[in-house]
């Protein structure tokens, strides 16, 4: 079955520390990869994505994440966070279903609290 | 452009009862999904609607239903509330035909006592 795992429940870090969360799925099409942000209190935002072409996306507020197919994996990327960072990161992964119907299949989600 | 509206914000509703959460998509959106989300459990998928038809559906007792109207606005119906049933309901909408990318109301966040 399609899957999407993020291997951090939670993630601690101080100001300026540098953060990459893991994203792997499991899937043998064509993807579409996505991750979003939900700062407390706010809805969920998309942060960036990736569709084709070069394997490294940049998003919003400095944050990139890097396709390997190879490992099935999108992991996040910032290299110094600040406390405005804290909320909950969501990888997703858009598939296929049986009914050749898209389907956006979830990862669990990172809670990450910066430390000012 | 208006994003994604869901009513009501808030629900207090009483075990046994049954409540309709309402979402409008963004204008020109034809796909609506909805996501139940509770802390560790992470946004569970309800199910996907495009052209008022049910597309994709998620593994939900039949208690959960939705259905989606001629002007792609869509609702979700939950009867005979269970505790278990408090959580925070999304409403994400796309634009194409498939879910390339979704676009996420505030939410309705219920609670059942």
């Known amino acids: 079955a399609q899957s999407v795992s993020q291997h951090n429940h939670h993630v601690i870090l101080s100001e300026a520390a540098s953060l990459e969360l893991g994203c792997n799925y499991s899937?043998?099409?064509?993807?579409?990869l996505f991750w979003y942000v939900q700062y407390p209190g706010q809805h969920l935002q998309l942060l960036l994505k990736?569709?084709?072409?070069d394997p490294l996306v940049k998003g919003i507020k400095g944050f990139e994440a890097e396709f390997i197919k190879s490992k099935f994996s999108f992991n996040l990327r910032k290299p110094s966070v600040q406390w405005s960072d804290t909320a909950e990161y969501f990888c997703a992964v858009n598939a296929f279903n049986a009914g050749n119907n898209r389907k956006l299949i979830w990862g669990l989600g990172t809670s990450l609290a910066v430390n000012p | 452009k208006a994003g994604v509206t869901q009513t009501p914000r808030y629900l207090i509703k009483t075990r046994g009862q049954q409540v309709t959460l309402s979402c409008s998509p963004i204008?020109?959106?034809?796909?609506v999904s909805w996501y139940q989300q509770t802390p560790g459990q992470g946004l569970q998928f309800l199910f996907e609607?495009?052209?008022?038809?049910?597309?994709n559906k998620g593994n939900f007792p039949g208690r959960f239903s939705g259905r989606q109207f001629s002007n792609s606005r869509s609702e979700m119906n939950v009867s005979t509330l269970e505790l278990g049933d408090s959580a925070l309901y999304l409403c994400?909408?796309?634009?194409?035909?498939?879910?390339?990318?979704?676009?996420f109301g505030q939410g309705t966040r219920l609670t059942v006592v």
């Open positions: 899937y043998g099409g064509t993807v579409n």
């Open positions: 609607y495009f052209s008022e038809t049910q597309r």
């Open positions: 994400a909408s796309s634009g194409t035909g498939g879910v390339l990318e979704a676009f």
């Open positions: 990736y569709f084709s072409g």
């Open positions: 204008s020109g959106h034809r796909s």
